[in-house]
T-cell receptor, first 112, second 109 residues
Framework: KAGVTQTPRYLIKTRGQQVTLSCSPISGHRSVSWYQQTPGQGLQFLFEYFSETQRNKGNFPGRFSGRQFSNSRSEMNVSTLELGDSALYLC???????????FGPGTRLTVL | AQRVTQPEKLLSVFKGAPVELKCNYSYSGSPELFWYVQYSRQRLQLLLRHISRESIKGFTADLNKGETSFHLKKPFAQEEDSAMYYCALSPQGAQKLVFGQGTRLTINP
């Protein structure tokens, strides 16, 4: 099976812009989770989607949002970008229960 | 509060020596605990989870509920074990991971 894929792999934006990142889970996986990784804060959970519904949410401002489509692909959006949003954004997929999470390679976002 | 603490940011040992990466957690319920590893230029991947009680690549981890610890051990380190190691917990019933800050393990020849 193909692994989790994320597009784009690298992105450069300026403050105030918005950005959309995409994640395609492993075939058959219905749950997609998103994480932000920074040198200072480490890996932090953003949110999790299952069957197009957000099931869990981390402690991030409302500028961070996501959605999941009927084919389980997921997107996350960050509006009004700030310098501190520069990070590696990882997504992970699981079949749906309390399973092992399989991670994608990440999208490196740089905000200038 | 849910928290995972890995007290060592960096750990360096010689090939053939025993390795122990420490992990302590804070959670009021019964969490599921994991060790994830990230080798150079590779994606984050599961090393082991406590419920499976498996030994992967010679690594084992025992859950100590009294000490709220989940330390990762290997009796004889190999150079290919050099990587970033993350301890993580999943709260009961929630599909999310709370990660520690990670420990960079370097195995010297």
């Amino acid at each position: 099976k193909a692994g989790v894929t994320q597009t784009p792999r690298y992105l450069i934006k300026t403050r105030g812009q918005q950005v959309t990142l995409s994640c395609s889970p492993i075939s058959g996986h219905r749950s997609v989770s998103w994480y932000q990784q920074t040198p200072g804060q480490g890996l932090q959970f953003l949110f999790e989607y299952f069957s197009e519904t957000q099931r869990n949410k981390g402690n991030f401002p409302g500028r961070f949002s996501g959605r999941q489509f009927s084919n389980s692909r997921s997107e996350m959006n960050v509006s009004t970008l700030e310098l501190g949003d520069s990070a590696l954004y990882l997504c992970a997929s699981t079949p749906g229960g309390a399973d092992t999470q399989y991670f994608g390679p990440g999208t490196r976002l740089t905000v200038l | 509060a849910q928290r995972v603490t890995q007290p060592e940011k960096l750990l360096s040992v010689f090939k053939g020596a025993p390795v122990e990466l420490k992990c302590n957690y804070s959670y009021s319920g019964s969490p599921e605990l994991f060790w994830y590893v990230q080798y150079s230029r590779q994606r984050l991947q599961l090393l082991l989870r406590h419920i499976s009680r498996e030994s992967i690549k010679g690594f084992t981890a025992d859950l100590n509920k009294g000490e709220t610890s989940f330390h990762l051990k290997k009796p004889f380190a190999q150079e290919e074990d050099s990587a970033m190691y993350y301890c993580a917990l999943s709260p009961q019933g929630a599909q999310k991971l709370v990660f520690g800050q990670g420990t960079r393990l370097t195995i010297n020849p």
